[in-house]
Nanobody, 124 residues
């Protein structure tokens, strides 16, 4: 059974950086596209970024372009989300999710396995 565990969240000041990690176990990471989603209080879960099965293509929500970078290390079964120039509106719980497909998606319903989430708070 595929398991995902996020880490790396925390409290950071506006303009700061965080690197989130997603550790994947229970299956070969090569078979999955991996997405990052976030959910702020009172808001729907939204797609942040996604990386396809072989890292050939990456996708970002418009508000994250130029600030966030997704990467994966299939050998280490890890996926990362480097977040720079963080803003208070980036405050949310961040989740990584796996999709048994070559292709990415920004629709949460396309992902069958989810981590428990890690809290990111951007505040002075």
């Amino acid at each position: 059974q595929l398991q995902l565990v996020e880490s790396g969240g925390g409290l950071v000041q506006p303009g700061g950086s965080l690197r989130l990690s997603c550790a994947v176990s229970g299956a070969t990471l090569d078979y999955y596209a991996i997405g990052w989603f976030r959910q702020a209080p009172g808001k729907e879960r939204e797609g942040v970024s996604c990386i396809n099965r072989y890292s050939g293509s990456t996708y970002y929500a418009d508000s994250m372009k130029g600030r966030f970078t997704i990467s994966r290390d299939n050998a280490k079964t890890m996926v990362y989300l480097q977040m720079n120039s963080l803003k208070p509106e980036d405050t949310a719980i961040y989740y990584c999710a796996a999709r048994s497909s070559y292709y990415c998606s920004n629709y949460a319903g396309d992902f069958g396995s989810w981590g428990q989430g890690t809290q990111v708070t951007v505040s002075s």
